[in-house]
């Protein structure tokens, strides 16, 4: 056994406040899909083409300074349609949450993540998101990935294989963003241990090729978790990368942004790049104003590519409105007030939501992460010492401190009795799940702790019941 808690064991909970979006047009269905917490706005008009968008995008196409939604997508066949997993949602309203400011990216980098491939709901394999489809060779060595006809960056130009070639060639190879090249885009010989970089190569303009030297099976698995956008705007990064306009004016731009030195800025533009309005992206909502202000607005996509089952151009809400906070108190406090109407919470601010979730017109809802657990211990079984590694490497002595361990007690101490006390294991509906697994060793028995900790020879004891072996690795539960 690889993991034995000394917390609560199993699937974390965390707690999404849902409000209505937008008072004034009437309260909105709850729910917890972050699609339909929207709240009703003027109905969506129809298109000739059958294809509809939001009210604040048809105003500026009959304005004249937009190009309608079927102009502004990829070519029909090649549109995304995401899946409704509650309801169809309606148009308009802000999505308010709160953030602690420009280091707090990943609050909304996150939800608005757009890779080239991604991993279905329950794990089992990856699936096309930005790109459209791949095919793969026998021996697994070529990838030949398809991206989607007429698709566009969020400033409408269009999105093509050379902004994945320029990434792989003057971004990733170059490590202009401060990333080594991830582990992905290197196969290995099974034989010798040999790695070997990939070759990364255009077909024509809407497809191109990966090329490993050594069969790499997981490769699109690899890049769904290290390099999730394999991409990156050419017709922008141009305009600021040394190895395009010099170092000099380089520095010049960077200072102008507000940074001091041209490395930090690269990272700022290269990788957290979806908090600076002036960078392009293929993302839900589009940063509209400076990441240190009080306020963050995050603001529709007018080209975003994907629609749901009825043909509404994603997304729903208009906006993210994240709003500067500086004590964590506030995330709480605001959420009563009504300033924020979707976020997550842990375990200590259960019982103040629930017991005023009816007042201040809220839903809390359990939310469940893909981790095996959320707190526990995991016993080294390679350390270097030999007497502990051959005793981590016990399976008795593992099973023995897990039965040890009272999680029910610190289920209610840490969790008020919500963290469910089973073993580290994978969470049902998701690949990897065998029935029985969270039970292991997961009952408190001091009585079998005891009897297999003697069974191994750990008998000796000092003045304080520690036994010595215990004690120098920190336990001590009822005397065992």
């Known amino acids: 056994m690889n993991k034995n808690k000394l917390f609560f064991v199993g699937m974390m909970l965390i707690f999404a406040v849902v409000f209505a979006a937008c008072e ?63 309801e169809i949602g309606k148009y308009g309203g802000d999505w308010k949450l709160p953030w602690t400011g420009p280091n707090d990216r990943w609050t909304v980098g996150q939800p608005t993540e757009e890779s080239l491939f991604r991993f279905n709901k329950d794990g089992s394999a990856v699936e096309p998101n930005v790109a459209k489809g791949f095919d793969v060779n026998k021996d697994s060595t070529e990838f030949t990935i398809y991206l ?23 971004m990733l190879t170059k490590e202009t963003f401060g990333k080594k090249i991830y582990d992905a885009y290197y196969s290995v010989d099974p034989v010798t241990g040999e790695k070997a970089l990939a070759k990364v190569t255009k077909i024509d303009d809407y497809s191109f090729k990966v090329v490993h030297k050594y069969p790499s099976v997981l490769f699109l698995e690899r890049v ?4 999730k956008w394999f991409f990156a705007p050419a017709h922008f990064q141009k305009t600021i990368l040394p190895e395009f306009v010099g170092q000099e004016k380089a520095l010049e731009i960077a200072k102008k942004w507000g940074f001091e030195d041209v490395k930090s ?18 993302r839900a909502w ?35 409105v994240a709003t500067k906070v500086q004590d964590p108190a506030q995330r709480v406090l605001g959420t009563l007030a009504g300033d924020y109407n979707l976020l997550d919470f842990d375990f200590k601010d259960f019982t103040v939501l629930k017991e005023n979730e009816k007042k201040a017109g809220f839903r809390v809802l359990p939310w469940t992460t893909p981790t095996w657990s959320s707190a526990g211990l995991q016993l080294n079984q390679t350390i270097e010492d030999p007497n502990l590694r051959k005793l981590f490497q016990d399976i008795k002595f593992r099973e023995a401190l897990s039965v040890a361990v009272d999680r029910k007690e610190i289920s209610e101490i840490v969790t008020n009795g919500l963290g469910l006390p089973q073993q580290a294991s994978v969470p049902d509906g998701l690949v990897g799940f065998q029935k029985g697994w969270a039970d292991q060793w997961s009952k408190f028995d001091v009585n079998r702790a005891n009897q297999l900790l003697d069974e191994l020879g750990l008998t000796k004891r000092d003045k304080n019941n520690f036994r010595f072996t215990c004690r120098r690795l920190g336990f001590n539960h009822h005397g065992y």
């Open 286 to 320: 589009v940063a509209k104003n400076d990441p240190n202000s009080d306020q963050f607005i995050m603001e529709r996509n007018p080209y975003y590519w994907k629609v749901d089952s009825e043909g509404n151009q994603l997304p729903y809400m208009d906006r993210i």
């Open 148 to 170: 989607r006809k007429g698709m566009k960056w969020s400033d409408g130009m269009p999105f093509t294989a050379d902004d994945v070639l320029f990434y792989w060639e003057h």
């Open 24 to 86: 004034s047009e009437g309260d909105p269905k709850p729910s917890s899909d972050v699609q339909a917490t929207k709240a009703p706005v003027a109905s969506a008009s129809v298109k000739a083409d059958g294809y509809k968008e939001a009210p604040m995008l048809t105003k500026l196409v009959g304005a004249g300074t937009l190009k309608s939604v079927i102009e502004r997508m990829p070519v029909k066949e090649d549109i995304m349609v995401e899946k409704v997993t509650d």
């Open 224 to 227: 769904a978790i290290d390099n």
């Open 265 to 282: 800025f690269l990272v700022a533009t290269g990788y957290y790049y979806w908090v600076n309005p002036q960078i392009p992206t293929l």
